[in-house]
């Protein structure tokens, strides 16, 4: 089982990302995929997941109108689409996995996810 997070790097404010999570070893059609943020100092967040089964998407307040999370099952991939970027953005951002359904009360807490990808460093900076 693997995640590959890709596609950070440095966006003025305003601009936009589009991160991919490439998933491997599992079916992935089956798994909740969520998106985690981790500025330095600070707590590891929820940020969106798109839910195993019937595709339900939640995304954290902060994001609200500005990220949409899909899934391209074929390339079993999960995109995260980060438009209007903020400072605040700055932050190592994760994608991880999990076989069970999460839901709106369980999706941003890490620990309900078994397999995490690598990280991938969004900078929004001017």
């Known amino acids: 089982v693997q995640l590959q997070a890709f596609g950070g790097g440095l966006v003025q404010p305003g601009g936009s990302l589009r991160l991919s999570c490439v998933v491997t070893?599992?079916?992935?059609?089956?798994?909740?995929i969520g998106w985690f943020r981790q500025a330095p100092g600070k707590r590891r967040e929820g940020v969106s997941c798109i839910d195993s089964g019937d595709d339900n998407t939640y995304y954290a307040e902060f994001v609200k109108g500005r990220f949409t999370i899909s899934r391209d099952n074929a390339k079993k991939i999960v995109y995260l689409q980060m438009n209007n970027l903020k400072p605040e953005d700055t932050a190592v951002h994760y994608c991880a996995g999990d076989r069970a359904y999460k839901g709106s009360s369980k999706w941003s807490y890490r620990y309900e996810y078994d397999y995490w990808g690598q990280g991938t460093q969004v900078t929004v900076s001017s």
């Open positions: 070893g599992f079916s992935f059609n089956d798994y909740a």
